[in-house]
């Protein structure tokens, strides 16, 4: 049975964090840090993101990942001696709004909305996702977030928050991501499952879980491929 929606994750799956972090970064700090390994911070930045999203409690009230993302830049710059002014350091925080989708990301999800109803299901802000679609110009039918259930994938209640307000069975529902974690989460609940390669989600390709996997209902090398296999 073809699905009646796609859920996206929206940070690495839709969206280039990576590159356009680094790019904020080197604009930002290049000249106090020249021979900064950038995109090595980047890569330091996420993972200390998922550090603190991970110890949020289930029950504990939502913090926003806008506030995650500047508490973890601080003793990161530290830790590599860049002495970057309070207004840089609040700038650069919020490039993780400004994300730039993959080149696939508009014209695959332009292909896709002509037979489905397309969502993002995020851990990002409600406000970042707002701004990252309106800065890509990404033809989303709607949005939603962890942060209306204030909980972060993969807990279930965010995926049941999606199929309720779409009115839909998660049997009807696709969830689309280049994290594995995220749809197997998803699959457990009932949900469709379409896995997208993202090899140069952390810029090296070695630092990547790019391998298509039987599990999921589809693998794809992007939103393209995906377009083609459900035939858009």
Same mark, same amino acid.
């Given at each position: 049975m073809r699905p009646r929606a796609l859920l996206f994750d929206v940070q690495g799956t839709a969206t280039d964090f990576h590159s356009t972090i680094v790019r904020a970064a080197v604009a930002a700090a290049g000249e106090l840090s020249p021979d900064q390994? +950038? =995109?090595?911070? #980047?890569?330091? +930045?996420r993972a200390a993101y998922f550090t603190e999203t991970s110890?949020?409690?289930?029950? @504990? =009230? +939502?913090? @926003? #990942?806008? @506030?995650i993302y500047r508490k973890t830049l601080d003793p990161l710059l530290a830790a590599e001696g860049i002495d970057l002014k309070l207004a840089a350091r609040d700038e650069l925080a919020r490039a993780w709004a400004r994300l730039d989708p993959w080149p696939d990301t508009v014209p695959g999800l332009r292909r896709l909305r002509t037979k489905f109803t397309l969502a993002t299901l995020s851990n990002a802000d409600v406000s970042a996702v707002v701004e990252i679609t309106r800065h890509g110009d990404l033809p989303w039918h709607a949005v939603f977030a962890a942060e209306m259930v204030g909980a972060f994938k993969p807990d279930p209640r965010t995926y049941g928050l999606a199929a309720r307000y779409l009115g839909l069975e998660p049997s009807e529902i696709m969830m689309v991501a280049s994290h594995k974690y995220d749809i197997r989460a998803a699959r457990e609940l009932g949900f469709r499952t379409a896995f997208v390669a993202r090899p140069l989600e952390y810029g090296d390709p070695a630092l990547a879980d790019a391998e298509f996997s039987a599990e999921f209902d589809i693998n794809a090398v992007d939103f393209l491929d995906l377009a083609d296999q459900l035939a858009c």
């Open positions: 390994d +950038w =995109g090595k911070f #980047v890569n330091d +930045w110890r949020q409690p289930a029950d @504990s =009230g +939502w913090v @926003s #990942v806008a @506030s």
